[in-house]
């Protein structure tokens, strides 16, 4: 609304044809606008409510950086003693194997899976059966699914492995049902007629037109992986988590800089190889 | 002489669709892949004594998810959710003042400065590398246990991606009005708020929204490790073993993240 309004407002100022303004009565270049204010407005208010019923006021979190002072005080400098590293080391070690298994399993399983979920190419029901299963694996947090997973395998890597190809599956699947729903028909439709079976129909018709595409997700699946993985430790599922939870609960801080230290560099290796990957499909 | 042309020549005319380099880096890819995978799959550690008995032990969970304990509900659940929806609200309000600052650090046709913008983008990947839940535990440290330290948690995860975004629409902004601005005397604050803000203000809206969407996903297990909200009653639930409990709190987290995206998506396409 204000887009509209203001140049308008602007070149009858500036207009020669326009009266001479009187210094009175100048209009304003900009006026104020007052639906951003009011949002603006209603936004602290939110803000000062908000902070009422979490409980949080000045004291509390001018108590908090006090002692956050001290807290980021002990993590310096970080651990890099023989035993702390090779703990780090097992951890990492570990971490990037979920990571990976998830990554490859998962891609493996989601082509299926996203097939039965196209509406063009799958029975209605079949699809809309695989599509209520991809919204559930969606919905729900990795951390959430590594719990249950704890629960069915026990603690450990597997824990993890099978929660991360869970998260992947959800996500990988729903977007090779989209890509597949968005592809031309005709090419499909054209190896049907040469009476194909439903396999060559897939390899042929379809997986042509959708592998580029998929290849992007896994690169950007297997980046989300390796971030994920270092969180299912936290709630048994195995790798850098868990060293990770342990040296928070033993006061450790200066380790736990150490690990966190790691993992973002784990990070930012994956975001690397998953940025190089995708220039290598394009 | 016609016929004697050379099969040699028809051989190098070969159509290819990929040059020489591409297939073999990836081929390269294919076997770096290959081998990472064996070597993961052959050295991961797996205990397979807990495998035997996998299939009843998830038999039982759900069995012993059912029937669904409601009255859990009113006692402790529902605020907890209120708890967990002010926690992502909040979150993200901070998140994203915070991230505004720093994304016009950050933004090269503002800032001027290779030195800063360096640091800018360094603040954008460290927040952004460490997850929401790592946070937490830190925050968790400092400002003991409960929605604080969720809430902060989630605001410092939340810069690394908001920053990116804004600052990506804050470059792609078009030069003239500003130039407009800058040539008619408009002090610095003028140019920001009338010649940058009206370009950016549909991204901005849309990339707090969609990342309010995350975080409402996100501070609903931040409880697990001492953040507040339904992640504290799963944790509740889950130490004491009342699964029925955890079978409710799942429950309204599936509600409330499926609530969220729907919400999202209609308020996306109002602003797009």
């Known amino acids: 609304m204000t887009r509209r309004d203001q140049p308008r407002t602007n070149m009858t100022d500036l207009s020669p044809r326009s009266p001479a303004p009187s210094s009175a009565a100048r209009r304003v270049a900009f006026p104020p606008n007052w639906q951003t204010r009011i949002a603006c407005l209603a936004l602290a208010l939110y803000v000062v409510y908000a902070c009422s019923i979490l409980d949080i006021s000045r004291e509390r979190l001018m108590a908090g950086f006090a002692h956050a002072a001290r807290f980021v005080s002990r993590m310096f400098p970080p651990n890099f003693a023989p035993d702390k590293l090779e703990l780090l080391y097992t951890g990492m070690v570990e971490s990037l194997q979920i990571a990976v298994i998830a990554t490859a399993v998962g891609v493996l399983l989601s082509l299926p899976l996203g097939l039965i979920a196209a509406r063009n190419l799958s029975p209605l029901p079949l699809a809309w059966a695989a599509r209520a299963l991809i919204v559930l694996f969606r919905t729900f947090h990795p951390v959430i699914i590594a719990i249950l997973f704890v629960k069915a395998v026990g603690f450990g890597a597997l824990a993890g492995v099978l929660a991360l190809i869970v998260a992947s599956l959800g996500f990988l699947s729903k977007l090779v049902a989209e890509a597949v729903e968005e592809m031309s028909m005709q090419q499909v439709e054209a190896v049907r007629a040469t009476g194909a079976p439903f396999l060559s129909l897939v390899i042929m018709g379809v997986l042509p037109q959708v592998v580029a595409r998929f290849i992007g997700f896994s690169a950007y699946q297997l980046d989300s992986n390796l971030r994920n993985s270092a969180l299912v430790g936290l709630v048994g599922g195995g790798g850098i988590g868990a060293t990770l939870f342990t040296a928070f609960q033993r006061f450790d801080y200066d380790f736990v800089l150490t690990i966190v230290l790691a993992i973002i560099v784990l990070v930012m290796a994956g975001e690397v190889v998953s940025g190089w990957m995708r220039r290598l499909f394009q | ?272």
């Open chain 2, 1 to 272: 002489m016609i016929t004697a042309a050379p099969p040699a020549a028809a051989h190098l005319r070969r159509w290819q669709r990929f040059t020489l380099a591409q297939r073999v880096t990836r081929s390269v890819f294919y076997l770096l892949a290959l081998v990472t995978i064996v070597w993961s799959l052959r050295s991961i550690e797996i205990v397979p004594e807990f495998l035997y008995d996998a299939p009843q032990q998830t038999v039982d969970l759900f069995a012993r998810m059912w029937p669904i304990d409601w009255a859990w509900y009113p006692k402790v659940v529902h605020d907890a959710l209120i708890e967990t929806l002010h926690t992502a609200t909040l979150g993200t309000i901070l998140a994203v003042i915070m991230a505004s600052l720093v994304a016009v650090m950050v933004a090269r046709n503002i800032t001027r400065s290779v030195v800063l913008n360096s640091i800018g983008r360094f603040i954008l990947v460290a927040t952004r590398s460490v997850h929401a839940m790592i946070w937490a535990l830190f925050f968790v440290a400092v400002f003991g246990p409960g929605a604080l330290a969720g809430t902060m948690a989630i605001a410092m995860h939340s810069i690394g991606f908001t920053g990116k975004f804004l600052a990506e629409a804050i470059e792609e902004a078009k030069p003239g009005p500003i130039e407009a601005l800058v040539a008619a005397g408009a002090p610095p604050l003028a140019v920001l708020l009338k010649g940058y803000w009206p370009q950016v203000k549909p991204a901005f809206l849309s990339i707090s929204v969609f990342r309010w969407d995350i975080n409402v996903r996100e501070s609903a297990v931040l409880g697990l490790v001492g953040g507040g909200g339904l992640g504290m009653a799963l944790d509740t639930a889950l130490s004491n073993l009342y699964w029925d409990q955890v079978g409710l709190v799942l429950f309204v987290i599936f509600v409330v993240v499926m609530v969220a995206e729907i919400v999202t998506a209609l308020i996306r396409s109002r602003i797009i």
